[in-house]
Antibody, heavy 123, light 113 residues
């Protein structure tokens, strides 16, 4: 079965950096795009970024462009999110999620989610 | 960006009774291929979201048949025919037609009266 396990969260000061990881198993990781979605405490869901199956295609929500970088290592079945210049408003649980379809088909978004990792940006 | 608007935001229901959640999009979610990419997710307390419904009305594997999705264009509905205790949580609609970004409704909190 599909398993997604995030790690790397923690407490960080504003302006600092953090890198999240998501270890995937139970499916052919190298065939599917992968997303990051976040949820601020007590709030709703917000899509953050997506990367194509081969790493060539990346999209970001406006509020993180230029600060966050999504990447993947298909040899390690691992997805990453490098977060720089962190702000208080980036405080959230960060989920990785598997794209519903393989290839470059992003329609429909995502199906399986990890359990999330908490990022707290505070001085 | 497509704005997704859910109602109600809070839904107290009696066990065994039906429940209905509405979701409206700021533009049609019908893609040129004829498909409509509208999903529903359930988030139980303390858990990560789980997809229940994809492309308006298709139930994911393992989802009880008391959950059903319907709608077209800009108006969509998630129905629970008979609410059970395990259905407590927050339900989100999400559009996957006009991306990026993929956008969610605000969420509807279902609780037992």
């Amino acid at each position: 079965q599909v398993q997604l396990v995030e790690s790397g969260g923690g407490v960080v000061q504003p302006g600092r950096s953090l890198r999240l990881s998501c270890a995937a198993s139970g499916f052919t990781f190298s065939s599917f795009g992968m997303h990051w979605v976040r949820q601020a405490p007590g709030k709703g869901l917000e899509w953050v970024a997506v990367i194509s199956f081969d790493g060539d295609d990346k999209y970001y929500t406006d509020s993180v462009k230029g600060r966050f970088t999504i990447s993947r290592d298909n040899s390690k079945n691992t997805l990453y999110l490098q977060m720089n210049s962190l702000r208080a408003e980036d405080t959230a649980v960060y989920y990785c999620a598997k794209n519903s379809h393989g290839g470059y088909d992003y329609f429909g978004g995502f199906d399986f989610w990890g359990q999330g990792t908490m990022v707290t940006v505070s001085s | 960006d497509v704005v997704m608007t859910q109602s109600p935001l809070s839904l107290p229901v009696t066990l065994g009774q039906p429940a209905s959640i509405s979701c409206r999009s700021s533009q049609s979610l019908v893609y040129s291929d004829g498909d409509t990419y509208l999903n529903w997710f359930q988030q139980r307390p303390g858990q990560s979201p789980r997809r229940l419904i994809y492309k308006v009305s298709n139930r994911d594997s393992g989802v009880p048949d008391r959950f059903s999705g319907s709608g077209s264009g800009t108006d969509f509905t998630l129905k629970i025919s008979r609410v059970e205790a395990e259905d407590v949580g927050v339900y989100y609609c999400m559009q996957g037609t006009h991306w990026p970004p993929w956008t969610f409704g605000q969420g509807t909190k279902v609780e037992i009266k």
